[in-house]
Structure formats: structure tokens, C-alpha cells
């Protein structure tokens, strides 16, 4: 909802989408930092944030949220399931 609501915001009141979409992503990383997180989940968290702000912006009119939620909840189920095991695995 924050980054919906950022990114959007800031693309309707500069008139950029794409710097509002940098600019939203750097918040949403930089968030991430608050918490004290690594540097490899915030890299990620921000990467993949990166990646849905732009499903989201690359759509045609009028966007919808839905092509991001549905790939975040397969990003999501894929970590929740495979990833422990796989960072196991690779030793990460």
C-alpha cells in the first residue's frame, strides 16, 4: 500500500514515473534498513521492489495492482518454501 501510494503519488505530482519509481525504491530499501537488516535481504527487498514497481508502471492504462500482488505472492511462497532450503544448500 505505502509503495502504491508513494510511487503514485510522486508520478502524478512530478510528472515522472520512472523518477518517482527510483525514488520510491530507495525508500522502500532504505526502510528495510531501520530494522537492521544485512545487506543481502535489503539488497534483495529493494531489488525485488524495484522489479514490482516497474510490473506495475510497464503496464498499459489504466494499471492495476494486481499483476504486482500476484507476483509478489509467488516471489513470497517461492521463499517461504524453497528458499531456507536452497540458502542451505548453497551455503549463502
Known sequence: FF???L???LARWWHARLLAL???TA???GYHLLDRW???PVAGATAAGLTLGLIYLLQPSPPSLL???LVHAAITC???SLGPYLI?????
Do not use: D, E, I, K
Not at 88 to 92: A, D, E, G, N, V
Open 22 to 24: 527510483l525514488v520510491a
Open 7 to 9: 510511487q503514485g503519488g
Open 88 to 92: 542451505y544448500r548453497l551455503r549463502l
Open 78 to 80: 517461492g521463499f517461504l
Open 38 to 40: 544485512g545487506w543481502r
Open 27 to 29: 525508500v522502500f530499501g
Open 67 to 69: 499483476a504486482p500482488v
Open 3 to 5: 509503495r502504491g501510494f
